[in-house]
């Protein structure tokens, strides 16, 4: 049973750094999937952030990518996700999801609500 | 403003055939499979239906899914009330090269 789950502050300060972690079991993160991050806006819908191959290999929503960075740490089984710098309208719940080709976000952790507050 | 567009609302009664529309253009839904996610209050989303119309194993076949064109739709038979949810679509853009969702579509059962 593959399980996903999210750790990291839920307070962060405006232009500060936010720094979430995907703590990954019941498979490996080197198996052939991507490993991906989504967010929601409170009372909003989803957005795709990016996802990371094993290898390294990275997508990003072109409208976020110069301010996100996704990173994989293979020997902890687990991959991140950096954010810099943060304003209001980065408060959000952040999920970090596993997904193949054919099924993206087949799987995904429960989510972390981050806060971006003075 | 949501890349593909969804109805804010939909409603239906127990036992009742409900229709979720989801509607794109030729860079995301006309080229590329559909997605369909649920998403129960204060839960993560979950994946409901992949390339289109397949099911996951473990969902019911109560739900479907299509596509003609430019627009797809989810489908609901023998709604209940645990059906009550937001429902998103997706799908890759080709010419924003993004993932992308629809605004979501709350169910209401009443």
């Known amino acids: 049973q593959v399980q996903l789950q999210e750790s990291g502050p839920g307070l962060v300060k405006p232009s500060g750094t936010l720094s979430l972690t995907c703590a990954v079991s019941?498979?490996?993160?080197?198996?052939?999937?991507?490993w991906s991050w989504v967010r929601q806006s409170p009372g909003k819908g989803l957005e795709w952030i990016g996802e990371?191959?094993?290898?390294?290999?990275?997508k990003y929503n072109p409208s976020l990518k110069s301010r996100f960075t996704i990173s994989v740490d293979k020997s902890k089984n687990q991959f991140s996700l950096k954010l810099s710098p943060v304003t209001a309208a980065d408060t959000a719940i952040y999920y970090c999801?596993?997904?193949?080709?054919?099924?993206?976000?087949?799987?995904w952790g429960q989510g972390t609500l981050v806060t971006v507050s003075p | 403003q949501s890349v593909l567009t969804q109805p804010p609302s939909v409603s239906g009664t127990p036992g009742q055939r409900v229709t979720i529309s989801c509607s794109g253009s030729?860079?995301?839904?006309?080229?590329?499979?559909v997605y369909w996610y649920q998403q129960l209050p204060g839960a993560a989303p979950k994946l409901l239906i992949y390339?289109?119309?397949q099911r996951p194993s473990g969902v019911p076949d109560r739900f479907s899914g299509s596509k003609s064109g430019t627009s797809a739709s989810l489908a609901i038979s023998g709604l209940r009330s645990e059906d009550e949810a937001d429902y998103y679509c997706?799908?890759?853009?080709?010419?924003?090269?993004?993932?992308?969702f629809g605004g979501g579509t709350k169910l209401t059962v009443l």
């Open positions: 990371i191959y094993h290898s390294g290999i990275t």
């Open positions: 030729s860079s995301n839904i006309g080229s590329d499979y």
């Open positions: 999801a596993r997904g193949a080709v054919v099924k993206p976000f087949e799987y």
């Open positions: 390339r289109n119309d």
């Open positions: 997706a799908a890759w853009d080709d010419s924003v090269s993004n993932r992308v």
């Open positions: 019941g498979d490996s993160i080197s198996s052939n999937y991507w």
